[in-house]
Every structure is written in structure tokens, then in C-alpha cells.
């Protein structure tokens, strides 16, 4: 069921790779291992799934630039953080940088097999979504300019009645501009046209 | 079954004994001045003795101290109140003397002196009120006993709690500290001092001279001398040396007034500028103590602290071969479970024997630094260590593509623990190997050098990373100052102490390669020469 989903881990030390790349293959997680964030930041595409392991303590850019890198970049793999020590302020700072969990070394295997199926689901969630998105925003362009007034009117809750008014056309009209909209958005009714509307304009 | 009042062995039945005749004793020698030939006299340090081995061995003091008491009555002074009064006085005396130390026994857990402006405070505070309590119900038993004219009491009672008070403030500290083991040393260790002699001949001179009216013209008109001793007991060596000015003052004022020197002042008013003399120099006293407590628990903590960096490092270095111990055990465990007894099971165990090995080295590297830590300096050729370190990294430079130089000329000799200088390089090298590590293939190199440079001895060892910047050329000596995963965190820590042992120092200069330089103090031929 993980088949397309990749576990990154980005360790400079060469047996911790080693160990939990063997353990986690073992598990029967697909791995990639990286040596630094650099190699990582080198290989990666927008399209990979899955989520990312960083050890905090790297030499060059350590786990939370790479963190906060990766944000900047828009790499939307969810992060969890793995430490030597048990750093409150380490945690802190990675929290706030919206990582998915933090956990310490030498860590315990079902911990962390735990957190990857979370962030993986987190992940699915994540890509389900911005699927839909992609078809919302190659959907909009085939309105008219009318039926995008109507959308907009539709959405913010006004009835009918209001909109006729508004746009000073019958409601009889209004209701062919709606019936015609949703079905070139592919929605049956007004709760799916606001979610998808949503969807694609989150600003 | 043995009595808690009375001495059980020998060795207390002679302690006991002794104690009666050396309180008689200072009774005797202290007997001048009185009123009404009765025991009111403007000094009265005799107290101080049984007060002080109260405070140390508690209510086995009752019997000796109240013996002590009647003694003094009957040898001293005759009895002046009769054989049996004088029992039940010297009873009283001893019950107010005994509350009194019975309480400095209770706040003082015994065998400790006083070490705080607090401690200063309930000693005094017990001393004014218990000896002003005592003295006073003693006066007006022996004014109720008619041996003390009706309109005298006031005035005899204040001068028998001044003299109790002011002997007792000044004889008081020198003899406790005398009981107790840790300010005998110390009290020891004062005396050996010359500037003890100083301030003690010091204040002997003054206050003879200031009497004898040497000093100035008018006599007494200097007594602000004596305030010149006390402080510089109390600035140099804290209680114990005002203890000890404070004891030579009350003595010194004792032997000009037994031999007349000292007349137009009453003897009381003499008393109590000793005692308010000796009180400034207690509270400047305790001040300089506390300091100096302070100082040293300051010293214990960051030597702590230290300790903790130290765990803290070697706890850093520990995790890693133990993480991927920890997991290679747990996909050892899967492989089992799932009957898998592929190569890759042997394979992973060969890897955990490995990871094993590396955490032990880290175990034998901290243990080699702290038994190492007591230097063995021998004579050695800074290009002799240069050498036999670089020759352990060029198997890794080799793996790497590291082109490693040695610039390091032959005949420059050091006195040092070669062991621990040899940890330094080799700590720097390791870094070095690792800083490279970031260059590109084609881009990777080292270089140690050694050269003599103003009577010191400058090793550097330069590499083509990326080096480090003014701020984290400081941080770096700080454990964890790096964001590498191992090796680092401890090395320079202690690579910086072992070079700074050695009389040298141990740098990072900032700029775009990595430069660590290190000094040592290169010995003379003198220096050769005695030690070979």
C-alpha cells in the first residue's frame, strides 16, 4: 500500500543510514538515503511522495535549515526530525517549523514506523487534495464571465432572488446560469461548489 | 548504667579536671577591680571556656562547669558569702551559664563555627541575652542576699554583664576555634603567616603605646590606632586572624592595667572599646569568609560544569554507534521472525560487532585523555609526533582524495606529554578530514606545518573546507558549538585544555579554508639539561 510512497532519510552518519535504511527496508518501506541536506536539496523533484527523516546535528546545513529550506522550496514532504539529545528547544523550534514529529536517537522502531504511516497519511490527505485542486483550477477558465459572477454570488450564500437583483437579470436566468456552471464543475450541489471554489483560491 | 552528667571514662574524669583548674586559673588572673571584693569585675573571660565546651560536648559540661564555679569562689575569693550560699550561687551561675551554651549547642550543630553574617548575628544575640539574663538574676540574688547594697544594683549588675559580655566576645572565637578540628587547621595554617605576626605585634605595640601615651600627647586621645590591626586581621585572614587580634588586644589591655599603666580611664570604658573594636572586626571578618566561600563555590561549580560538558560530549559521541546499533538489532529481530536467514542477517550482525567497536573506541579515547591527565613531559621532536599521527590519517586521505602535506623541519624539540599532544593533532586532523570532505573531489587538501616562532613552537594544520567565520571561531571550543554529528563536539574541548596544560594555546582562525594553529612553549637548553 506504500508502494508509491518514499521514505527520505537525509543522515550524515554512515551506520545510522545504514541501520535504519536496512531496518525500515526490512519493514518494507520503499528508503532513499541521503549523506547531507545538500545531496537531498541536489535530487529532489516536486513531485516525490512519501516523507523525509533529517537528523537535526549535519555538518553544513544542518536538519532544521534543511527543514525550513525545504519549506521555502515548497517540498511539501511532511518532516520528521530525529536527534542525539533530547533538545526542548530543538523540538520547539522544528514544531513551529510545522514538523510532523520529532523523535530521539537511539529510536525506537515502532515509534517511527508509527510517525511514517501518520505523515504518510498526512501525505495521501495532502495529494488527494492538491489533485483536486489542479482539476478546480483547469476546470474555472471554461466559465463566462456571467456564470463566474453567479459562482462568486453563489458561493458568498446570496439566494437567487438576491442575485437576480444584484446582477439586475430574472431569477429565472440565474437559476439556468447555476444549473450551467455546476455542470462544467462537475458538482451536484452548492456545499461541493463552495469546497471546490475553495479548493482552488485559498487566498 | 553511666550517668549523662557524669564523665564515664578516665580520659573525661582528666579532661574535667583539667578544665576546673584552667577556668580557677583565668578566674585568678582575671580577679581585678572588683566590687564589693565579690566576683564583679569589668572582665570575666572565664566563661568564655566553659561556654565554648558546652557548645562542643553539651550537658556533660553541668557538673565540671558548676565545680569550676564553686571552685573560683572558694580559692579565689575566699567565700565571701559563706560556704553554703556560695554552693547555691555558683549553682545559679551554672544553670544561667549552662541555658546559655545549651543554646549555642542546639543553633550551632556542634563542630561548626560561625561562617555567615547570620551565624555572626545568633551568636551574639544568645551571648548579649543569655550572659545580660544570668548576669543580672545573679546580681539580685546576691543583692537579695544582702551582699550587694540596696542602691547599688543597677550599677553592679551592669558591670558584671559588661565584664562577662566583653571577655567573653573577646576570648570566645580564639578557643572555639581551638576545639574545633577544620578552624584548628586553619588556625594552624594563619599562625604560620607573617603578617599574622605583624598584626598581632601590631596591635600589642599600639595599645601599649597609646597607654604609655608614646603615641600622641594626650593619652587615650589615639585609641582610633587600634581599629588599624583588627582590620588588617579581618581583610587577610577573616575570624580566624580577628580572633586572634581580638585576643591580643584583650590581653594587651589586661597587662597595661595590671601594671599600672593605664590610669584616668576607667577600666570599663577600656573594656568596651576592645569589645566594640573586636565586634567591627568579627563583622568585617565574617564579610571577607563569606567572600572567600564564595569564591571557592564558585571555583567547585564551574569545575562541575565542566565535568557536565565533559558527560555531555561523551554522551553525544556514545548515541550515534548506539542508534545504529539499536537498529540494526531491531532488523536483525524482523529477519529472525520472518525465518530469513539470509547472508543479510550475518552481514548485519558483522555490522552491529562494528558499531560496538566504534562506541568502545570513544569509552578508550575519554579514558586515555583522563589517565593521561597527569602530564608525563619527556623530551620530543615536534616533527617525530607530526609524523607518526599523520601516518594514522593517510589511509583515510588515501580513501578520500586528500593530497596531505608536511611541512615540518627536523630538531624542534619540546618538554611535553607526547600522549597528549599526539591526541590534540590527531584531533585536528580528524576535523580536517572531515572539513575537506564538503570540497569538491579534485579540490581536496591538507597541510601540518611546524615552525619555531619567538621561542614558541606554532603548529598549523590548514585544509581546503570552507573554513569557519569570525563568530563560530569563538563558539567552536564550546561543546556543540558544531552541527557535526560526531567527533568534534569533545575534541576541541578537551584538545584546548590539553594544550593550555602544556602552557600554550589552541585557535581557530577565521577565513575561507579551515586553519587550526596551535603554540607551545618550546624549553630552553637550561631547561634541557635539568631535566635530562
Known sequence: MNAELTVFLVDDDAAVRDALGLLLGIRGYRMALFANAADFLAAWRPGWAGCILIDIRMPGMDGLALQQHLKAIGCELPVIIITGHGDVDLARQAFRADAHDFLEKPVDDDKLVHAIDEAFADMRVLASNSARRATARALFPALTPREREVMELVVAGRHNREIALLLDISARTVEVHKARLMDKLNVDNVADLVRMRLLADPG | ?532
Open chain 2, 1 to 532: 548504667m553511666p550517668s549523662p552528667l557524669l564523665p564515664a571514662r578516665p580520659a573525661d574524669w582528666l579532661f574535667a579536671i583539667l578544665f576546673v583548674v584552667a577556668y580557677v586559673t583565668l578566674d585568678w588572673a582575671s580577679f581585678m577591680d572588683p566590687l564589693f571584693a565579690l566576683n564583679i569585675t569589668p572582665w570575666n573571660p572565664d566563661p568564655a571556656i566553659g561556654l565554648v565546651l558546652w557548645l562542643r560536648f553539651g550537658r556533660r559540661m553541668a557538673l565540671p562547669l558548676f565545680t569550676a564555679l564553686a571552685a573560683a569562689e572558694i580559692v579565689v575569693r575566699q567565700m565571701p558569702a559563706g560556704p553554703g550560699l556560695t554552693l547555691l550561687l555558683s549553682a545559679q551561675l551554672a544553670l544561667g551559664y549552662g541555658l546559655t551554651g545549651e543554646l549555642l549547642h542546639r543553633v550551632f550543630a556542634r563542630a561548626t563555627l560561625v561562617n555567615s553574617r547570620e551565624r555572626l548575628f545568633y551568636w551574639l544575640a544568645i551571648v548579649f541575652t543569655g550572659l545580660g539574663l544570668n548576669g543580672a538574676a545573679y546580681v539580685g540574688s546576691l543583692w537579695l542576699a544582702g551582699l550587694v547594697p540596696p542602691g547599688a544594683f543597677v550599677s553592679a549588675a551592669a558591670r558584671f554583664v559588661i565584664g562577662d559580655i566583653v571577655g567573653v566576645v573577646m576570648t570566645m572565637p580564639l578557643l572555639w576555634m581551638l576545639v574545633v578540628t577544620g578552624s584548628r587547621a586553619r588556625l594552624m595554617q594563619v599562625l604560620g603567616s607573617w603578617e599574622t605576626a605583624g598584626y598581632v605585634l601590631l596591635a600589642a605595640a599600639l595599645v601599649w603605646g597609646v597607654f604609655q601615651g608614646h603615641i600622641g600627647t594626650e593619652q587615650y586621645k589615639h585609641l582610633y590606632f587600634l581599629f588599624l590591626p583588627i582590620v588588617w586581621a579581618a581583610a587577610r585572614h577573616g575570624l580566624t586572624g580577628t580572633g586572634l587580634v581580638a585576643f591580643t588586644l584583650q590581653a594587651s589591655i589586661i597587662a597595661v592595667v595590671r601594671w599600672g599603666g593605664a590610669d584616668g580611664i576607667p577600666f570599663v570604658e577600656l573594656q568596651l572599646l576592645g569589645a566594640a573594636l573586636s565586634l567591627v572586626g568579627f563583622f568585617i571578618g565574617v564579610i571577607v569568609d563569606e567572600q572567600r566561600q564564595a569564591t571557592e563555590g564558585l571555583r567547585q561549580s564551574l569545575r562541575l560544569a565542566a565535568a557536565g560538558e565533559m558527560a555531555a560530549a561523551l554522551a553525544h559521541e556514545l548515541n550515534q554507534p548506539m542508534a545504529a546499533l539499536s537498529a540494526y538489532g531491531k532488523a536483525c529481530e524482523h529477519l529472525i521472525a520472518r525465518g530469513d536467514n539470509s547472508p543479510l542477517l550475518a552481514e548485519t550482525i558483522g555490522k552491529m560487532v562494528r558499531e560496538a567497536g566504534r562506541a568502545s573506541q570513544v569509552v578508550r579515547r575519554v579514558r586515555e585523555f583522563f589517565r593521561t591527565g597527569a602530564m608525563h613531559l619527556e623530551p620530543a621532536d615536534a616533527a617525530d609526533i607530526i609524523a607518526s599521527v599523520c601516518a594514522q590519517f593517510t589511509d583515510a586521505c588515501r580513501a578520500q582524495g586528500i593530497a596531505l602535506a608536511i611541512a615540518a623541519p627536523a630538531g624542534l624539540v619540546l618538554r611535553v606529554d607526547r600522549l597528549q599532544i599526539e591526541l590534540v593533532l590527531r584531533n585536528l586532523l580528524a576535523n580536517a578530514v572531515d572539513a575537506v570532505g564538503d570540497a569538491a573531489p579534485g579540490a581536496r587538501s591538507m597541510t601540518v606545518s611546524a615552525r619555531e616562532h619567538g621561542g614558541r613552537l606554532e603548529v598549523a594544520v590548514q585544509d581546503s573546507g570552507k573554513g569557519v567565520s569570525r563568530a563560530m571561531a569563538g563558539r567552536l571550543f564550546q561543546p556543540f558549538a558544531s552541527g557535526k554529528s560526531s567527533g568534534l563536539g569533545l575534541g576541541l574541548v578537551l584538545s584546548r585544555q590539553i594544550v593550555e596544560a602544556h602552557g600554550g594555546s589552541l585557535w581557530a582562525e577565521a577565513g575561507s579554508q579551515g586553519l587550526f594553529k596551535f603554540v607551545l612553549p618550546m624549553p630552553t637548553e637550561a631547561d634541557m639539561v635539568a631535566h635530562a
